[in-house]
């Protein structure tokens, strides 16, 4: 290089074809995760502040009576982030269940034709056809 100016040029264009290459070859993905996570809703809230408080309390004054409550209280608030989770689980899982339903009425339906579920999963695929015909 004769120059400063050309020396930063080949600069900036090594530089811009690392940045190329390297988005070329890993390319942006969102991140998923695998669960559904569930609503943490203003309900469930008040419960865990409920079970906090109580746990606090049965910690100061070493009541029975006090850690019955908490006891309680703890079940219920688990109870309810089971079925909290639950119903989220069902909600990420519906659309999924009615595609499943409807090839178990397609499988019903084959059955009833005596034909072989692969043999027309195979004919519907486009991968062979039915008694050798093209």
Do not use: F
Not at 92 to 103: H, I, Y
Request: charged share 25%; hydrophobic share 35%; proline share 4%.
């Amino acid at each position: 290089m004769k120059d400063d100016a050309g020396l930063g040029l080949a600069i900036d264009w090594v530089q811009q074809a690392l940045i190329s290459a390297y988005e070329d070859n890993c390319p942006l993905k969102p991140v998923t995760t695998s669960r559904q996570s569930l609503r943490w809703t203003v309900e469930l809230e008040a419960l865990r502040r409920g079970v906090r408080r109580l746990v606090n309390k049965c910690q100061s004054d070493k009541n029975p009576h006090s850690y019955a409550l908490y006891m309680e209280a703890q079940q219920n608030y688990r109870k309810e982030v089971r079925k909290a989770s639950k119903n989220a689980w069902r909600t990420s899982v519906a659309p999924l269940m009615t595609c499943l339903g409807q090839v178990g009425y397609i499988r019903l339906y084959l059955g009833t034709l005596k034909l072989s579920w692969d043999l027309w999963w195979l004919h519907w695929a486009g991968i062979c056809s039915p008694k050798g015909k093209p």
